[in-house]
């Protein structure tokens, strides 16, 4: 089992340009999410998946968008990047209720120019 | 609002001293919280949770951590620490919608 993996590990986009953020879980999980960290925030989540079909936001929403695709995957989208956008993605998957551990992927590191 | 407070941004110990980070939460109700541990340019590992019981919590890598609703902590310890143990550690409380609030990191450095 490959867990929670996640696609491309680096990038460097200009201002302006798109890219989608890949993921993917291989542990039948139901609920997925995408947090950003930036050094001294912690983790903040910017959108999340309850179910296949379902997606909320977080709590920091702006300038993203997101797709369940299916139950495997979740994609995080950045229609015009901006240089506050540069940072570290991870995403997370987890299975039912709150007692269950969230799994998380290696982190993509986005760099914004 | 629920947040999670992790005073100390940088804590240095030597190895095989004893470890006490601190994590102080707000939430109106019993909090569901956990710790993660971070090695640098890797995702985040679940080192122990708490739901309810007993205060006292153990988790992976000889770590425990106690829950204290009088003071709204949930302090990690350690009482031996290795230079792998050198990571960043996240403190989360779970808040409705089952989502996670993290504190924003304690950075241990190890000297030896």
């Known amino acids: 089992n490959a867990g929670v993996t996640q696609t491309p590990k680096f990038q460097v986009l200009k201002t302006g340009q798109s890219m989608t953020l890949q993921c993917a879980q291989d542990m039948n999980h139901n609920s997925m999410y995408w947090y950003r960290q930036d050094p001294g925030m912690g983790l903040r989540l910017i959108y999340y998946?309850?179910?296949?079909?379902?997606?909320d936001k977080g709590e920091v929403p702006n300038g993203y968008n997101v797709s369940r695709l299916n139950k495997r995957e979740f994609s995080l989208r950045l229609e015009s990047a901006a240089p506050s956008q540069t940072s570290v993605y991870f995403c997370?998957?987890?299975?039912?209720?709150?007692?269950?551990?969230?799994?998380f992927g290696p982190g993509t590191r986005l760099t914004v120019t | 609002a629920q947040s999670v407070t992790q005073p100390d941004i940088h804590i240095t110990v030597s190895e095989g001293a004893s470890l006490e980070l601190r994590c102080n939460y707000s939430y109106g109700a019993t909090p569901y919280l956990f710790w993660y541990v971070q090695s640098p340019g890797q995702g985040l590992q679940l080192l122990l949770k708490?739901?309810?019981?007993?205060?006292l919590v153990q988790g992976i890598k000889g770590f425990e951590a106690e829950f204290k609703r009088s003071q709204s902590s949930f302090n990690l310890r350690k009482p031996s620490v290795h230079w792998s143990d050198a990571a960043e550690y996240f403190c989360a409380l779970l808040e409705y919608g089952n989502k996670l609030v993290f504190g924003a990191g304690t950075i241990l450095r190890v000297k030896s």
């Open positions: 997370a998957a987890r299975q039912g209720g709150p007692k269950y551990e969230q799994y």
């Open positions: 998946s309850a179910s296949e079909g379902t997606t």
């Open positions: 708490y739901f309810s019981g007993d205060t």
